[in-house]
Every structure is written in C-alpha cells, then in structure tokens.
C-alpha cells in the first residue's frame, strides 16, 4: 500500500535555531501534502499545507517545500521557540481517493 | 462555522466489553467522515472512512467496526474489547472535493 517515510522520529534543537522534518512518499500521483502539529494529549492540526502546483509556500516561521520528482517534501520551521515543542506529522492525500496517509510523526523539542 | 463534536473525552472498559464512540459535524453536509486510533507515542493509523450514510470502508482487519447512520454521524463500535484495543481515537472530517482534515478532540480509550 502507499505509504510515507518521515525523519527523524526525535529532533532536539535550541532556542533560536531552525529544525527540518523531512518526508519520502510512495503515490507519485498525489497532489496534496499537509503537516500537522499535535501537542501532548491534544488532537493533530494543521499548519500549513502545499498542493502539487507549487514548489515552497511560507507562513511566518513555517515554510513546506515539495520536490515531486524526488516525491520528497520537508517542513522548515525557523526561529524555533519552546511553543514549538510538539509532535509533527506530514500526511499526502492518496490519489483517487478521500484517504491521507500520515508519517510516524516527529517529536520536536525545543530547549530553552 | 464547521465544529466537529467527539465523545466520550476518556474511557476506561474492561476486557470484553462493549465499546461505542461518537462524532458528529456540524455547520457541513455530505462529509467524508474518518476514525483513527494513535497508541502511545506512535502515528496515526486509519481504521475506516466513509464517503456517505451506510458506506464504509475499513483499512485494518481488527474487532472493531463503524457505522454511518446519518450523513453527518459516524460511530465507532466494538462488540468485546481487547486489551491492544487501547489508544486514542480520533475523528475527521473533510469536505467532498477539498482538502485537509480537521479532527476531533479525541477518546482516550484505556482497556483494562
């Protein structure tokens, strides 16, 4: 089945510093790539998404960059502060269907 | 606005018991509607989606099942629950023809 590696599975940076989360995925065909934040005991949110059309989109501090011929895309988070600290999940929406099939997510703290 | 309602927030069951958990949407009509479940620490795994009342589409052999008795009800059910059954569920809707999820608040399911 489709699937999407995500790396790495922990991630530790300090205060200030940016952090990359880096995702491979299988459907060559989807058009769509969300990532999610879900803090501890909450539910996942989005944060930013980017569709097949474009190649960087940037919100503030949180830029996703998608290179479908490598079917790679990376969340790019830049002044890191401790309310950073969270799980991150990237997701693709498999093509032809309603589904999104999600990463094993990122554990992202940010030390003070 | 679209809300999506989920409940119970904690549940503690015993082995071998029943289970039922619901989620409604508000504000939207014909959504896809979506449960997963997340074990400790881990990802997110779809366990069935619907496209419509009384269609379903289950995406891992378990014990569990779903039903979708109103276009804007989704239901999750177990006739006995086991013990690797624990985790936090969580649902998710999404517009027909759009992307992006949004998800409930989450059940934390812990059987005992």
């Known amino acids: 089945g489709e699937n999407v590696e995500q790396h790495p599975s922990t991630l530790s940076v300090q205060e200030g510093d940016s952090a990359v989360i880096k995702c491979t995925y299988s459907?060559?065909?989807?058009?769509?790539f969300p990532w999610y934040k879900q803090e501890l005991g909450k539910r996942p949110q989005l944060i930013i998404d980017?569709?097949?059309?474009?190649g960087e989109k940037k919100d503030q501090r949180i830029a996703v960059t998608l290179n479908k011929t490598a079917k790679h895309f990376s969340l790019h988070i830049t002044e890191t502060q401790p309310e950073d600290s969270a799980v991150y999940f990237c997701?693709?929406?498999?093509?032809?269907?309603?589904?999104?099939?999600f990463g094993t997510g990122t554990r992202l703290k940010v030390l003070a | 606005s679209q809300t999506i309602h989920q409940w119970p927030a904690t549940l503690v069951q015993p082995v071998g018991s029943p289970l039922s958990l619901e989620c409604t949407v508000e504000?939207?009509?014909?959504?896809?509607l979506y449960w997963y479940r997340q074990a400790a620490g881990r990802g997110l795994q779809l366990l069935f989606y619907s496209v419509g009342i009384g269609q379903i589409s289950s995406e891992v052999p378990q014990n569990l099942s779903a039903s979708r008795p109103q276009d804007r009800q989704f239901i999750l059910s177990s006739k006995k629950l086991l013990l690797s059954d624990s985790g936090f569920y969580l649902c998710?809707?999404?517009?027909?023809?759009?992307?992006?999820?949004?998800f409930g608040s989450g059940t934390r399911l812990t059987v005992v």
């Open positions: 980017i569709r097949s059309n474009v």
């Open positions: 997701a693709f929406k498999q093509s032809g269907t309603y589904k999104y099939i």
């Open positions: 504000g939207t009509s014909n959504p896809n």
């Open positions: 459907d060559s065909a989807s058009n769509y």
């Open positions: 998710a809707w999404s517009v027909r023809q759009s992307y992006g999820y949004t």
